[in-house]
């Protein structure tokens, strides 16, 4: 039987704690102590990863791994505070996560997306949700940002397109799209290829989206289609993998859309540091 969020999109019964029953005892244990220590200190953080999914979705995954959402003035404040209660900490990626370790355990520490476009800003706690995890009482990343952030993901070893869609299906009647319009930005051909795929995806839900979305964004495809071309010999695949655009950007000489000075989040040394890093793990 399918489960369906309520009016503030947490889902009611029991799969609401289902994300959390594969745990072993220890591992909740922890998880617990770093909630509870970040929340006496009162360091503001948000919830996300598997907790946050399922809750909107409905869907369990049994992650090895706790997702803390916080933003990037907070960071140092976060680590130390988790130091500080026994875990070993580092700045993973200093544009977007940190890590801490305590045995086999850890918590990602998230301040950005990957691509670094997808930053944790206000509005990611003005519009959280609250709800409650390992039997705390915590706030969870909205949806919309949830949504804005997995957009991005496609790789060839991890791609969130059936997240975006499943989340689309169970919360696009109480998404905020205006907001979500925003977050995306210039960005809004990544939208729309989502809402395409939603709707093959889910002939019966496709309405869920508003009407004005599609007919804005089609819009904007539309007009593209007469604008004058585009001078700037620009990859942007970059931003939604970093890996398989590789060749454009080394060998068929393609500027990188991740880069500042191509209108991108990053800096060159946050680039490198990032694509060594998919280089080892491919």
């Excluded at 089609?218 to 970093?242: H, N, Q």
């Amino acid at each position: 039987m399918c489960t369906r969020p309520d009016a503030q999109g947490r889902l009611a019964g029991p799969h609401a704690e289902r994300a959390e029953e594969g745990l072993p005892p220890e591992t909740a244990a922890f998880y617990r102590r770093m909630i509870e220590a970040l929340q006496s200190v009162d360091v503001p953080f948000l919830v996300g990863g598997a907790y946050a999914f399922a809750r909107y979705t409905g869907i369990e995954r049994h992650t090895k791994d706790f997702d803390v959402f916080v933003r990037a003035e907070d960071v140092n404040r976060v680590m130390a505070t988790l130091a500080g209660a026994g875990c070993t900490t580092e700045l993973t990626f200093p544009h977007w996560l940190g890590k801490a370790y305590q045995g086999s355990d850890f918590i990602d520490v998230i301040f950005r997306s990957a691509n670094g476009l997808a930053a944790v800003d206000e509005d990611w706690f003005v519009h959280a949700v609250q709800d409650e995890v390992l039997g705390l009482p915590v706030r969870l990343i909205p949806r919309e940002e949830m949504l804005w952030s997995k957009a991005f993901v496609m790789e060839r070893e991890r791609y969130d397109g059936a997240d975006v869609n499943h989340l689309l299906r169970a919360t696009a009647a109480d998404v905020d799209w205006r907001r979500v319009l925003r977050r995306f930005g210039e960005h809004w051909r990544v939208l729309l290829s989502h809402l395409v795929l939603f709707g093959y995806v889910y002939p019966a839900e496709a309405r869920k989206v508003p009407r004005w979305v599609m007919q804005d964004l089609l819009g904007r495809a539309g007009a593209d289609l007469d604008a004058p071309a585009v001078a700037e010999y620009v990859c942007r695949g970059s931003l939604i993998s970093g890996s398989q655009y590789l060749i454009d950007i080394e060998e068929w000489g393609y500027r990188d859309g991740r880069l500042r000075s191509n209108g991108g989040p990053m800096t060159g040394d946050e680039v490198r540091e990032w694509t060594e890093t998919l280089d080892q793990d491919g």
